[in-house]
């Protein structure tokens, strides 16, 4: 996520720079065709050409709003977690003692065994922000595609493309507990699996009343919603029929576009070849220079139909890096850093030791 006001003009021009270039081809073609060839019938009117884009406007911004209500979706899903994470490590810090316990245990005993329930928890959030950054084959493909992997070299690491969640997650789970969730499918149900079993048996020994206990289950609960909320967001993309004919749309509206440009740029050189001949010196060379320019006004085109092009491609793109908001991109929630948050927020709760440091990113992206 992108911490400042705005991109760096440079930096956005950077990310788009080689469709710039080939939107300058796009309409340099048919200018050539029209002035160089003389094809001059080779234009479009402009007035479907305008209800054209007018349509794929709608739909450009259709798809932004569709984009956005997921992003924000799952920012309030991972909100729900920081909070239920909380809750969840204050419960165990006040409801496990040894008031009914048929077996009292020692400060450092009950020290122990609060850390290893909260460290099972960070466990989860290790285990879940994994499995949101798995790669789809909807996704934008942050580590293959040029243009994001040039933006994801320049501008951030993520912890995911360096260490694996093995050796993330082994120093909060005992050997056994380790072994038992990687030889299963979810690893993030599994370990809640694991909390649960280990309520109840903290429960049979008195450690836990009955209404604690259930309590501490609803969170389990709870943690299990928030878990399946935001597999619902990941494995469910934007709907394809919709990505594709927008994406369509766009492009159509991209390569008529020159054709509809070019016309106007011709009507306003022949105005100005107009007005020279009334009120220019035929001889001088300021007069030869200007109606050369109008002669091929129409070449100013290109530029104009480049930056309309760009426009309605950049709004595209922006939807399209936006619908999918855990792959790890400048505009998504920044869920490995929220992990770390989360982290060091509960077990400042505990007086753990050896708590770790915020990450530190770069160029105002967190991740």
């Known amino acids: 996520m992108y911490t400042r006001r705005?991109?760096?003009?440079?930096?956005?021009?950077?990310?788009?720079?080689?469709?710039?270039?080939?939107?300058?081809?796009?309409?340099?073609?048919?200018?050539?065709?029209?002035?160089?060839?003389?094809?001059?019938?080779?234009?479009?009117?402009?007035l479907p050409l305008g209800v054209l884009g007018t349509a794929v406007a709608f739909i450009v911004s259709f798809k932004n709003n569709a984009s956005y209500d997921r992003l924000w979706e799952a920012r309030k899903i991972w909100g729900g977690i920081v909070n239920a994470s909380r809750s969840w490590t204050i419960m165990v810090k006040d409801f496990i003692t040894n008031t009914h316990a048929e077996q009292k245990l020692t400060d450092n005993e009950l020290q122990k065994l609060k850390r290893q329930l909260v460290h099972r928890h960070v466990a989860w959030l290790t285990a879940l922000r994994y499995q949101l950054r798995k790669d789809k084959p909807w996704e934008m493909h942050l580590k293959t595609k040029k243009s994001n992997r040039e933006f994801r070299?320049?501008?951030?690491?993520?912890?995911?493309?360096?260490?694996?969640?093995?050796?993330?997650?082994?120093p909060y789970?005992?050997?056994?507990?380790?072994?038992?969730?990687?030889?299963?499918?979810?690893?993030?149900?599994?370990?809640?699996?694991?909390?649960?079993?280990?309520?109840?048996?903290?429960?049979?020994?008195?450690?836990?009343?009955?209404?604690?206990?259930?309590?501490?289950?609803?969170?389990?609960?709870?943690?299990?919603t928030l878990q399946g909320k935001s597999?619902?967001?990941?494995?469910?993309?934007?709907?394809?029929?919709?990505?594709?004919?927008?994406?369509?749309?766009?492009?159509i509206f991209i390569l008529l576009l020159p054709f509809g440009i070019m016309e106007g740029f011709e009507v306003i050189g022949d105005h100005i070849l107009d007005d020279l001949a009334k009120h220019a010196e035929h001889t001088s060379l300021t007069h030869r220079i200007q109606e050369f320019i109008a002669l091929h006004f129409v070449w100013f085109s290109i530029p104009f139909s480049a930056l309309i092009a760009w426009v309605f491609h950049t709004m595209e793109a922006i939807g399209e890096n936006t619908e999918n908001p855990?792959?790890?991109?400048?505009?998504?929630?920044?869920?490995?850093?929220?992990?770390?948050?989360?982290?060091?927020?509960?077990?400042?709760?505990?007086?753990?030791?050896?708590?770790?440091?915020?990450?530190?990113?770069?160029n105002n992206i967190v991740m």
Request: net charge negative; aromatic share 14%; glycine share 4%.
């Open 173 to 224: 789970l005992s050997e056994v507990e380790f072994k038992e969730i990687f030889a299963k499918g979810n690893q993030a149900s599994q370990i809640l699996g694991i909390q649960s079993k280990h309520l109840k048996t903290l429960m049979q020994k008195g450690l836990i009343e009955d209404f604690r206990h259930m309590e501490m289950m609803n969170m389990l609960v709870e943690f299990y």
């Open 231 to 251: 597999e619902r967001i990941k494995n469910f993309p934007y709907p394809r029929q919709f990505a594709t004919l927008n994406y369509m749309f766009v492009w």
């Open 153 to 170: 070299a320049s501008y951030f690491r993520v912890c995911e493309d360096e260490i694996t969640v093995e050796n993330e997650i082994k």
């Open 326 to 362: 855990f792959e790890g991109g400048p505009n998504d929630v920044p869920i490995t850093d929220m992990s770390r948050g989360i982290e060091i927020d509960i077990r400042q709760l505990i007086d753990d030791i050896d708590i770790p440091e915020p990450y530190v990113w770069k």
């Open 6 to 46: 705005i991109f760096p003009i440079r930096g956005v021009l950077k990310w788009t720079r080689r469709h710039i270039f080939l939107f300058i081809l796009i309409a340099l073609i048919p200018v050539i065709l029209f002035d160089v060839v003389g094809l001059k019938w080779l234009h479009v009117p402009w």
